[in-house]
């Protein structure tokens, strides 16, 4: 329930946000390319390293150093986008993560595999997520795979997700969870 509450209160808050200070709704296509220029391909020194320290905080993102890990694996300055959140600076992600561990009850990252392209790492993964909305218990299981970039000392400056988010999220909250399925089926 309280997973439902906080992912309610933050598309609700980034609604009101986006009414009040914008022109336009963020484009985070345009964002993503954009940071693509900012943020330059660095190899990481160790490329099975920045891997596990990436999956290390997903993983455990219930636990309560989920913040310090956040903090020993991103930049100050990144661009972090997960499909349902967007960040710029590690502040701002840090909290997002532990706010997102805090309302589900599970989050169990699988590493699939992982490649490395010049300076870019992708890394497929499957998620298995247990929260609980209006008191009945979801276990959510999804695929996706993460677009990395590292900085010179090797910490995360780019990180654009892509999954399916209503798979693994919307299609499971009530209401919108029957539009989803519904519009899926037409589809």
Partial sequence: MKFFWLMLTLGVFATLAGCAGREKAPDFAQDYIAALQQFPAVPPADPEAAVARFVSVFTHLTDDDVGERARRAYAETLFFNDT?????????????LEATGNAVDSIEVDLLSWTLDGGDLYVRWGMRTRFTVTR???DSYTVGMTHLRFNEAGDIVLHQDF?????????????????VRWIRGRL
């Avoid at 349902?84 to 997002?96: E, G, I, N, Q």
């Avoid at 999954?163 to 539009?179: A, E, K, N, R």
Wanted: aromatic residues 12%; hydrophobic residues 40%; charged residues 15%.
């Fill in 136 to 138: 009945r218990a979801i």
């Fill in 163 to 179: 999954w399916d988010s209503t798979q693994g999220f919307y299609q499971h909250l009530p209401i919108v969870g029957g539009m």
């Fill in 84 to 96: 349902l959140h967007s960040a710029t600076d590690r502040d701002t992600l840090v909290a997002y």
